[in-house]
């Protein structure tokens, strides 16, 4: 159940010439494994599930920058709003409403980042590029006061063919910078996770999302 702080430092290392930020993905992993990679000088913490998420915040410290990175339901970003650091799957603009609202009743404002859908399996989330534009434009339109984008997320294909990992994550880098261009915002690409982060981080990621190079792997019950 410990850290594998060899791989912690290692990855910092890489990430640190890359100017990029490590998200750990601590989903069914235990407080006690987040707190040792805490005290080793971690903040930023990703999980997929928000009654988990829920329990694990109340209990560890307040300075974690916690970072919810699953499937959201409209219904279930109001726990979220009154601590949640960045949400990455947002997938919708109904989504972005919610959030806007949510964000006004907490009086805080909510940073997201829009997910697209770039692997090949039909089963992982996100938008293709006509829904990123309706989704974008319906932001800019209603002048959303309280949900900022900060740019896009999204995963690649589950295969061990590196070269269509790195094409999909091309794809990604190439959209997100098209639309950084006009909006001042734009400065987060969130891709790469344990299998791939290494060719995110080529293709121009600035934020990876890592679980079990970090904590081991998950049972596979619940991924
Ligand atoms: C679980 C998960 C990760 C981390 O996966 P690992 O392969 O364990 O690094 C990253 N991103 C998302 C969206 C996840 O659900």
Excluded at 17 to 42: C, F, H, M, R
Excluded at 58 to 72: A, N, S, T, V, Y
Excluded at 78 to 107: C, M, R, T, W
Aim: hydrophobic share 40%; aromatic share 10%.
């Amino acid at each position: 159940m410990a850290v594998n702080k060899e791989n912690y430092f290692s990855i910092c290392e890489k990430l640190k010439q890359k100017n990029a930020t490590l998200v750990a993905v601590s989903k069914t992993k235990p407080a006690e494994d987040i707190l040792e990679l805490y005290n080793l000088g971690q903040r930023d913490f990703g999980e997929n599930y928000v009654q988990e998420l829920l329990e694990k915040q109340k209990e560890l410290p307040q300075d974690i920058r916690w970072h919810f990175i699953g499937h959201l339901q409209s219904n279930k970003v109001k726990y979220l709003a009154p601590f949640v650091h960045l949400i990455h799957g947002v997938d919708s603009f109904s989504l972005l409403k919610e959030i806007n609202k949510q964000g006004v009743k907490n009086n805080r404002q909510l940073g997201v980042l829009l997910q697209m859908h770039i692997a090949r399996e039909e089963t992982k989330f996100g938008m293709n590029e006509e829904e990123l534009e309706q989704a974008i434009n319906g932001y800019l339109e209603e002048k959303m006061s309280h949900v900022v984008v900060y740019g896009l997320m999204g995963m690649a294909s589950f295969t061990g063919d590196k070269e269509i990992i790195r094409r999909e994550f091309d794809y990604l880098k190439n959209c997100f910078l098209f639309y950084k261009k006009s909006i001042p915002s734009f400065n987060i690409l969130s891709m790469g996770m344990s299998s791939d982060y290494s060719i995110a981080l080529e293709e121009g990621s600035t934020m990876v999302r890592i679980g079990s190079l970090l904590f081991g792997q998950r049972n596979a019950a619940r991924q």
